[in-house]
């Protein structure tokens, strides 16, 4: 049975770098010389092993076939809430915790064969996005709790970006099925208001910005 589930774990991360545009051979030989995916991707990228093009990923016709029919009945989009409530946050503060929500985000996604092939299609339609408010941090721990419960029947990836010095969550990050998330979001204001409005000023944002990240996949 451990053997099975290795080989399984091999054959899934084998396919993750493929996705990833790199070759079979590359993929085996990284696979073999590291113990997992993360040390893998290091070894290629150090070893200076360029992935290919994006118009050639390393997909085959088929998943990039049935991937563009699935998407255009269930399009996808990234969402990004702020916690416009939180009293310490500033402009700045707020788009390097959307940074930190982006790059986060990126590394659940990747860890998944479909939600890759998703990200990959929704990025070749422009890649919708949409930015929301709310009013507190524990709107925002809600939101996220409600969503995790759906992320794997409804291939979600959620990101929780957290103020470490206050304890309490600032962003959230969210991509999936366009669709299933305004079910959850809907509800929310656009953020299109002047920041200056309700950020503080930055005043010493280098040395207060702290974060912590939930992630759930």
Known sequence: MQNATASNTTVDNLAVLIDMGFTEQQSREALNRVENLEDAIGFLLNDQIQPSPPSSPGLSQV??????????????????IINTGHSHLSFSACLLYIA???????????????????????????????????????????????????????????????DSKYDEPVCLAVFGITSYLQQYT???????????????????????????TTQQQ
Not at 63 to 80: L, N
Not at 136 to 161: A, D, F, K, Y
Request: net charge negative.
């Open 63 to 80: 998943d990039t076939s049935d991937e563009e029919a699935s998407y255009g009945a269930k399009p996808r989009c990234m969402q990004f």
């Open 186 to 212: 809907s509800h929310l204001k656009r953020l299109k208001t002047c920041p200056t409005l309700f950020f503080i000023a930055d005043e010493n944002d280098d040395n207060e910005n702290n974060s912590e």
């Open 100 to 162: 930190q929500a982006s790059f986060d985000l990126y590394d659940q996604i990747i860890s998944g064969r479909s939600q890759l092939l998703s990200f990959k299609t929704w990025n070749n339609h422009d890649g919708f996005k949409q930015l929301f408010e709310c009013t507190s941090g524990n709107q925002l721990r809600e939101l996220n709790q409600q969503l995790e419960t759906e992320h794997q029947e409804n291939q979600m990836c959620t990101v929780l970006i957290n």
